[in-house]
């Protein structure tokens, strides 16, 4: 079974062929080839994704994608067996560009289409990374520019969430806090690499939910206590020039303090739900100091932790094999299935 995977929920074009056997009996995908075009040179001068931009990039980027993907894996596009893209969550013209394509091909090969969760994806690439481990059942955290989400996990296609930000994502917060400091876009390696010469415990920046129960998140009194620390509260909120170590200082306080937060409430959902695994995917997943302290933290709790590499961390269309386990359950999209911008509530807390 040859599966080609889409992926255009934001600001990367991804695709990538896959090959599987017998996903239901356990068998994981094998990747035979994953291409991703970057949008960032685009979006870098205005500090985060402009979807109008990301949209317009996509309808030029997606079919010399596939196209690649096909090369690169060796096959054309008559050796394909079905079609699998992502509609939910993103943004809903990005979204649609890789959904139309997915349509046309499967039309057109008159093949099974597949419309794939790009969360469910993100946390499936762990399984896709450890094809000879069993990942689920699993406490799964996503962490990305637009997600942070928490998840029971009894299977691949069985994810119940269990709470998410009320605010800005992780990757959203590193994202303004490193416009804030001056540093360049994406925000995640900017902070990273500043934060490398400061001292994380140079300012006491709040924790939001830290030592409460309920699984939630929210980063947005974090990235205003580092522009106070940056400008003062009673400044006119001007153009500030920090000195090469204020600004360490404040990337690497800044990085600790979403890192805790992240760290702990992954441990809390583990302790509430009893699951003895946890599965980690989204960009911010890339960051160095968070791998550092969850794996401490899952030592300590005897927890098995699988975190893709960093190639299956950021978005990429190779997640997408998820599809070949729906396509074995019989989940395949109708050609009137439309695209979801935004994520399934959190269910309320006891």
């Given amino acids: 079974m040859i599966l080609l995977a889409i992926e255009t929920t934001c600001d990367e074009t991804g695709a990538a062929v896959l090959e599987g056997t017998e996903p239901l009996r356990g068998s994981v995908p094998r990747i035979l080839s994953s291409v991703v075009s970057s949008q960032v040179g685009l979006h870098r001068r205005f500090g985060g994704v402009v979807p109008e931009i990301a949209s317009r990039a996509h309808v030029r980027e997606v079919v010399p994608m596939i196209d690649e993907a096909l090369k ?59 094809p000879d481990r069993e990942v689920y059942p699993c406490v799964g955290l996503v962490v990305s520019g637009g997600h942070s989400s928490l998840y029971a996990c009894r299977g691949p296609l069985d994810c119940e969430l269990l709470g998410g930000t009320i605010d800005d994502a992780a990757g959203e917060a590193f994202d303004k806090v490193a416009s804030l400091l001056g540093l360049g876009y994406p925000g995640g390696p900017e902070i990273e690499r500043a934060a490398k010469s400061g001292n994380p415990k140079a300012f006491r920046f709040p924790r939001s939910f830290l030592r409460e129960p309920r699984l939630a998140f929210s980063f947005s009194g974090l990235k205003t206590a580092v522009l106070y620390a940056l400008r003062g509260q009673n400044e006119e909120k001007g153009a500030v020039e920090p000195s090469p170590q204020l600004t360490a200082d404040l990337a690497a306080s800044f990085q600790e303090a979403v890192v805790d937060v992240l760290v702990a409430k992954a441990q809390q959902a583990l302790e509430q739900t009893g699951l003895k695994r946890l599965g980690v995917g989204g960009g911010v997943a890339a960051n160095g100091r968070f791998r550092d302290k969850l794996t401490a933290a899952m030592d300590a709790m005897g927890v098995e932790l699988f975190i893709p590499p960093l190639s299956l961390c950021t978005d990429n269309a190779a997640m997408a094999g998820v599809a070949l386990l729906k396509l074995a359950a019989g989940q395949v999209a109708d050609l009137d299935v439309d695209v979801a911008a935004g994520l399934v509530r959190p269910k309320r807390q006891a």
């Fill in 72 to 130: 690169r894996a060796g096959l054309g596009l008559r050796d394909v067996d079905a079609i699998a893209v992502a509609t939910r969550p993103g943004l809903v013209g990005a979204l649609v560009v890789g959904l139309t394509a997915a349509k046309s091909l499967a039309l057109a090969l008159d093949v099974p289409l597949i419309a794939v969760d790009h969360l469910e994806g993100h946390l499936y690439a762990c399984q896709l990374a450890h």
